[in-house]
């Protein structure tokens, strides 16, 4: 004898038994293993605010932003944080190069492992600008001989206290400006700087053998 089709309101009293008895056995068992299982409260959606109540909360939170203090950035350097927005390398500036550079980075990401040398060198240059930049921050000094948002500036060396050989000749090291000077050194008739050390140790300048 074939059975008759189950009405909706059947099926849907048998689903809700069938929901109810599952719920009870794992209620049951968690139990057995003392575990409470707790239901979790639904939050009941906000009622949505009146145009009067929206003035009203935007004008207490433009209050409190007001009376709350500038954020004291603690985590740079104070000598950093004290320069003015203006200055070259004030904390505002160089703190929109590291997320312009990061942006780059970012893009640039898949040059890091590639075959090509050329690629992993750009990609080794941003990555060391943004160590560089966020060393500065940290602690003061810049490391970096670039500046900028896309590094299109170039740092000069100033010597701000001179060093001397025992002779009493000043140490200068090639590229740095000097005060004294009043110009970027460039070496003693084109000598190097590790030339410039050998004649001031050994007395003479030492003489490399030319190959062809």
């Not at 008895?21 to 009941?44: C, Y």
């Not at 932003?65 to 004030?90: G, M, Q």
């Not at 550079?101 to 090509?116: M, R, T, Y």
């Amino acid at each position: 004898m074939a059975r008759r089709p189950m009405t909706k309101e059947a099926i849907a009293r048998k689903t809700a038994k069938a929901k109810a008895t599952r719920e009870a056995k794992q209620k049951a068992a968690l139990s057995e293993l003392g575990i409470d299982v707790k239901r979790k409260k639904t939050r009941k959606p906000r009622k949505e605010m009146t145009p009067e109540q929206k003035a009203i909360a935007a004008e207490r939170l433009a209050k409190a932003r007001e009376a709350r203090e500038p954020a004291k950035n603690s985590s740079y350097d104070e000598t950093v944080r004290n320069l003015p927005d203006e200055h070259p390398l004030s904390l505002k500036k160089v703190k929109q190069w590291i997320n312009t550079q990061k942006e780059i980075l970012s893009s640039v990401k898949h040059f890091k492992d590639s075959k090509e040398s050329s690629e992993r060198n750009t990609y080794n240059v941003v990555a060391t600008y943004v160590q560089n930049l966020e060393g500065y921050l940290k602690y003061g000094v810049y490391f970096d001989h670039k500046s900028g948002e896309h590094m299109e500036n170039t740092i000069q060396h100033t010597c701000v206290k001179m060093a001397y050989y025992p002779d009493g000749t000043p140490k200068r090291t090639v590229g740095v400006y000097y005060t004294d000077l009043g110009k970027v050194y460039e070496g003693d008739n084109g000598s190097t700087i590790s030339e410039q050390e050998s004649i001031h140790k050994n007395g003479r300048k030492r003489r490399t053998r030319e190959t062809a």
